[in-house]
T-cell receptor, first 114, second 114 residues
Framework: AQSVTQPDIHITVSEGASLELRCNYS??????LFWYVQSPGQGLQLLLK??????LVQGIKGFEAEFKRSQSSFNLRKPSVHWSDAAEYFC????????????FGQGTTLQVKP | DSGVTQTPKHLITATGQRVTLRCSPR?????VYWYQQSLDQGLQFLIQ???????AKGNILERFSAQQFPDLHSELNLSSLELGDSALYFC?????????????FGPGTRLTVT
């Protein structure tokens, strides 16, 4: 069965520091992978997605993610975190059958210290 | 603003009751998804509709039902409510039915069952 694991429930980084949020997936075929961000009281916003091709994908707000098939990982990175990046981040896998169904990880809450 | 609207924003009701959550997709989007976000279960896919037809089903309880109308808006009906149904219910929409098309999320309806 498809699944997504985000090992870190909560991460705290200082403003200006680099960030890496981990995501591991289990999927039988080539996965469609996504990172979403949820700010308090808001819906989810797509940061970036990977379907095929270049394994390093660029997203909005300065985020990037790298797909590593050998490690079944799709980690999200940002070189310098801003206070406004504090939010909850969700990794998701799609491509189930011929539907748009997404399977989400449990989420990682990012806190940014001034 | 994603362009997806959900009403109401908040809903407080008692156990055993029935409620209806409403979603209007972005203009031009044919596919609608419902997700449930709770503290213990995380973000879970419930059901997907595409152009009025059910496309995919997830962990949706038999007490829950949904439909998509000819004008493409969707309703999620929750009946015989239990305390455990308290959650944030998101609607999302996309142009087509398959993964690969960005899902735009609404702000959610927070349901509290007392």
């Amino acid at each position: 069965a498809q699944s997504v694991t985000q090992p870190d429930i909560h991460i705290t980084v200082s403003e200006g520091a680099s960030l890496e949020l981990r995501c591991n997936y289990s999927y039988g075929a080539t996965p469609y992978l996504f990172w979403y961000v949820q700010s308090p009281g808001q819906g989810l916003q797509l940061l970036l997605k990977y379907f095929s091709g270049d394994t390093l994908v660029q997203g909005i707000k300065g985020f990037e993610a790298e797909f590593k098939r050998s490690q079944s990982s799709f980690n999200l990175r940002k070189p310098s975190v801003h206070w406004s990046d504090a939010a909850e981040y969700f990794c998701a896998v799609g491509g189930v059958s011929n539907t748009g169904k997404l399977i989400f990880g449990q989420g990682t809450t990012l806190q940014v210290k001034p | 603003d994603s362009g997806v609207t959900q009403t109401p924003k908040h809903l407080i009701t008692a156990t055993g009751q029935r409620v209806t959550l409403r979603c209007s997709p972005r203009s031009g989007d044919l596919s609608v998804y419902w997700y449930q976000q709770s503290l213990d279960q995380g973000l879970q896919f419930l059901i997907q509709y595409y152009n009025g037809e059910e496309r995919a089903k997830g962990n949706i309880l038999e007490r829950f039902s949904a439909q998509q109308f000819p004008d493409l808006h969707s309703e999620l009906n929750l009946s015989s409510l239990e305390l455990g149904d308290s959650a944030l219910y998101f609607c999302a929409s996309s142009v087509w039915a398959e993964t690969g098309h960005e899902q735009y999320f609404g702000p959610g309806t927070r349901l509290t069952v007392t």
